[in-house]
């Protein structure tokens, strides 16, 4: 009860954040030759009057409408699925493929053995998420150019969704994946040397049993555990991916609506527009309540696999 309670706090300090930050009007900073060598100035009136209107139109039971006219909702709706189904491929290959991963590596290192599995996992940790992403769409910029081979499209395209979703996938899977086999290895490592693991491999049980009926089922804890880190990176790498990729997700809607539009450089005369509300409040507080809601998800599985945490609950 009392993590819903604070599940339930943090969203809501998240959609009051996510509203004050989106209908904030332009700070003013100019220069003061006094003590401070600036003055800073927030219309609040304007804020205000912002804020009102928004609230005008969230009690209408709509959204809004974006710079376009276009129903805030329903682009968002359109948006986001995308994005989901982007952010389910990848969490379940990483699930999948860097706790085969982890396993492997454990493996190795158990048996002593000089192996590349461990280097390459810490490698891909190593390497910045920003860098890696491009070094993986550059290197597929040359395939092309070089080779005239493209096996995948570069940039998302609507001719092709499937084939489009190969390069954003594998970029945003390859760093949660990493991270983990990292803690499956360790969560592995940790658990290995318990007294229990011991007394079952003295009772002539084989290697394999001791590990998939043992040592992996007591470290799913500390794998659950480190989730959460895994999921927070997903969603960092969410925004670079989509946007290098050029994927229509609600990531890139959230960064061309935090984009005041200048055409400065066509007419001077023509004032910049301001960012756009509706669409960074709907996909701002959509997102958290996404990573909110798979945290909670996670949560809630973590006493499945703990003994300890369900005779607490229990008593």
Not at 163 to 191: D, G, H, N
Request: proline letters at 7%; charged letters at 15%.
């Amino acid at each position: 009860m009392l993590t819903i309670l604070w599940e339930a706090a943090g969203i809501s300090l998240l959609v009051a954040f996510v509203v004050l930050i989106s209908t904030m009007p332009p700070i003013q900073i100019k220069p003061d030759f006094g003590s401070t060598g600036y003055t800073v100035k927030v219309d609040t009136a304007q804020w205000q009057k912002s804020l009102g209107t928004y609230w005008t139109t969230i009690k209408g039971g709509s959204l809004g409408k974006d710079r376009s006219g276009h129903p805030v909702g329903e682009l968002l709706v359109s948006r986001m699925a995308n994005s989901l189904k982007l952010m389910g491929i990848a969490m379940t290959l990483a699930l999948v493929i860097g706790a085969m991963k982890g396993v492997w590596d454990f493996n190795q290192l158990r048996r002593g053995r000089v192996s590349l599995g461990p280097l390459i996992t810490g490698l891909i940790q190593g390497i910045p998420d920003f860098w890696l992403v491009l070094l993986i769409q550059v290197s597929a910029v040359l395939v092309v150019n070089r080779l005239g081979w493209r096996p995948f499209p570069v940039a998302y395209m609507d001719e092709e969704p499937v084939a489009s979703l190969v390069y954003p996938v594998f970029c945003l899977f390859l760093i949660p994946m990493a991270y983990v086999a990292r803690i499956t290895s360790t969560a592995l490592t940790s658990v290995y040397e318990k007294e229990y693991v011991r007394t079952a491999r003295a009772k002539g049980l084989s290697e394999f049993t001791v590990i998939y009926g043992h040592v992996v089922r007591s470290a799913l804890v500390q794998i659950l555990d480190g989730l959460p880190n895994a999921l927070a990176v997903m969603f960092s790498n969410l925004l670079i991916i989509e946007y290098m990729f050029r994927y229509p997700g609600v990531t890139y809607l959230l960064k061309d609506a935090a984009n005041p539009l200048s055409y400065a450089w066509v007419d001077p005369r023509v004032p910049p527009t301001t960012p756009d509300v509706p669409v960074l409040v709907a996909a701002g507080v959509s997102l958290g309540l996404v990573f909110a809601l798979l945290y909670s998800i996670i949560a809630l599985l973590r006493p499945v696999f703990d003994p300890r945490l369900r005779e607490r609950e229990q008593a």
